[in-house]
């Protein structure tokens, strides 16, 4: 591992803000003295990702995770800690470093409103200073992967939301950066878009070795793109390992779905019921009891089919991001070494 | 070096196909460019005439040639940076420029310039259409019309510097409008913009020399107008250039803190 793309240590970040209470008497007050408050973005998260890994980047809203991005790209300076991404101090901003990154945020634009998208790349192409033979070469292949050649000489606003994110997109990454910071790339789009951005990351990723570190609230993302996913919660690292050892880890049911042939059968001792149609139903098991409910439900009842699943993967993320940092998830921030090994 | 002209080029173009979506609000612009000098023409044309033709050296035809030129100078080297900072920095637009791997500044020369060079092609025939009504008396020796360029260009570079400077504000204020407008007021008296300097008081010509905003637009213009002698000329070139090169300094010093401060509380 030290051969490290990204090497984020202790990284903390704090910011203080103004606040007072609502009302005149107050807003007066905050004329004369203005109170401020320290608020902890990100407190102390270690990670390092290898070139060429995909890592998704997960956690509820304002987790930190934006911030770490904006960090690790070097729009924010630490409080304290150290990033290291391609040798380089993302803050220092080193023009060498930045022709090498690229940050999507969500639906921020660096097209052009009012002009084609292809001239939002060529401008591109003059600042990044791509040769133009690379340049072309390129442009053909972005207009290929993400089906461009409509798009390009409308001008952006005439462009729908997922026909402006492809472009958004292409423009991003027409520089071929080694490593993507990508923060909400399918916010908003239709299924048929996510997809398409989605492999067309893959295939990026693929082509060039590209480093990549993804946030997304669609788990469909995730688990199409990312074995390796990191999750933070209040700024501090919940879990960092195999995308599979989350769910087993941080699940404490399985769902047990079982068909039987009598419709009627009381299933309730065996665990909660959470549907239940005809002969089908569907049982919420605690993880330790699997093996023994199982054994007593062959046993007792007269069984067509039963199989044991691991609940669905937002289930789970939604418990992770339901239980407080420093709980259980503390023991699990002090190895992610061993579950990455 | 090849790069940024490649990238100067490339910023010309969009900038140029992005003016032109916007043809209505490119006139208007304009209106309101021509029309300021205009009303100060006028007014002070009739102070003159009330006054036995005459008022510290300027009669109808001084005053007009005086405005006209005055009002070409302030449209070449007006800028809208402080607006542009604002909004950048308020709708998080800021954070884009700051990933791309070169100073922001250039695109906004670019931007600046481009737009000058489109609204020629309306300025020219505007001012033409305003020597024809108010007939200026604009007799300028070859070396003042020599002269004339370079101190524009100068007069163009401290303007764009030291706003650009200014408008970095936003980094602090969230609201600089209130910065802005005691800008503004400082530069409507002292570059020459409401009235000749030569018609304020000596304590406030001395200001207006002693601070940069003579340097900025007046200079020029009386420059075109034949009115400083070769002496007076070398001195306003030492003063603009000094003047940027503060202005430059500034600049990098502050925009250095600018940039700690937006990344220490939130891009």
């Known amino acids: 591992m030290s051969e490290a793309a990204i090497r984020v240590e202790n990284l903390r970040k704090i910011y203080t803000i103004g606040e007072r209470e609502a009302g005149m008497r107050a807003a007066l007050r905050s004329l004369v003295r203005r109170r401020t408050r320290e608020v902890a973005a990100v407190s102390g998260i270690s990670f390092r990702v290898a070139p060429g890994e995909i890592v998704g980047f997960l956690g509820p809203n304002g987790a930190g995770k934006t911030t770490t991005l904006k960090m690790l790209s070097g729009l924010l300076y630490p409080t304290s800690g150290t990033v290291d991404v391609l040798g380089h101090d993302p803050w220092r901003r080193d023009k060498a470093y930045l022709r090498q990154i690229t940050l999507v945020m969500g639906q921020r634009n660096q097209l052009g409103w009012d002009i084609p998208t292809l001239d939002s790349l060529e401008l591109n192409r003059a600042i990044y200073g791509i040769p133009q033979a690379e340049y072309r070469r390129t442009l053909d292949e972005l207009t290929e992967l993400l089906d461009l050649d409509p798009l390009l000489r409308k001008p952006v606003r005439n462009l729908s939301l997922g026909e402006r994110m492809k472009c958004e997109t292409a423009a991003a990454l027409l520089h071929r950066p080694r490593v993507l910071f990508l923060d909400e790339p399918t916010l908003g789009l239709d299924v048929t878009a996510q997809r398409r951005i989605r492999a067309f990351i893959a295939e990026y990723n693929r082509r060039y070795e590209a480093t990549v570190l993804l946030t997304s609230h669609y788990m469909a993302d995730v688990e199409a793109l990312c074995r390796r996913v990191i999750v933070i919660h209040h700024g501090q690292l919940l879990f960092d390992g195999e995308l599979a050892d989350l769910v087993s880890r941080f699940s404490p049911h399985k769902t047990v779905v079982v068909e039987l042939e009598d419709e009627g059968a009381d299933l309730r001792p065996y665990g909660e019921v959470v549907a239940r149609e005809g002969g089908r139903a569907t049982l919420r098991v605690p993880k330790a009891e699997t093996a023994s409910v199982t054994g007593r439900i062959l046993a007792n009842l007269a069984v067509i089919d039963l199989t044991v699943e691991d609940p669905p993967i937002e289930e789970v993320i939604e418990q992770v991001f339901n239980q407080d940092a420093g709980q259980e998830g503390g023991r699990e921030a002090e190895q992610p070494a061993a579950v990455l090994a | ?267």
């Open chain 2, 1 to 267: 070096m090849n790069r940024l002209l490649d990238a100067y080029r490339a910023y010309f173009k969009t900038q140029i196909a992005t003016q032109l979506q916007y043809r209505a609000a490119l006139v208007i612009w304009l209106i309101g460019l021509v029309l300021e000098p205009v009303i100060y023409l006028v007014v002070w044309t009739t102070v003159a005439r009330s006054s036995g033709g005459e008022v510290g050296g300027y009669d109808a035809g001084g005053f007009a040639a005086y405005f006209i030129v005055l009002m070409l100078v302030n449209h070449l080297t007006f800028t809208w940076i402080f607006w542009e900072y604002e909004w950048r920095i308020r709708q998080g637009m800021f954070s884009p420029l700051l990933l791309r791997p070169i100073h922001p500044i250039h695109k906004d020369l670019a931007d600046n310039v481009t737009y000058k060079l489109i609204t020629l092609i309306v300025m020219v025939p505007a001012t033409v259409a305003l020597a024809l009504a108010f007939r200026p008396a604009l007799q300028p020796p070859a070396w003042a019309v020599a002269a004339f360029l370079p101190a524009l260009a100068l007069a163009f570079a401290l303007r764009f510097i030291l706003e650009w400077t200014l408008a970095m504000a936003a980094f602090w204020v969230t609201r600089v409008a209130a910065i802005n407008q005691m800008y503004f007021i400082a530069l409507l008296f002292l570059s020459g913009r409401l009235a000749p300097l030569e018609l304020f008081p000596a304590w406030i010509r001395a200001l207006a020399a002693t601070l940069p905003f003579r340097w900025m637009i007046a200079f020029p213009v009386e420059l075109l107008l034949g009115r400083l002698s070769p002496a007076d000329a070398l001195i306003g070139f030492a003063a603009q250039a000094a003047w940027i090169l503060l202005s430059l300094g500034l600049l990098a010093v502050v925009w250095r803190a600018g940039i700690r401060r937006y990344s220490a509380v939130g891009a």
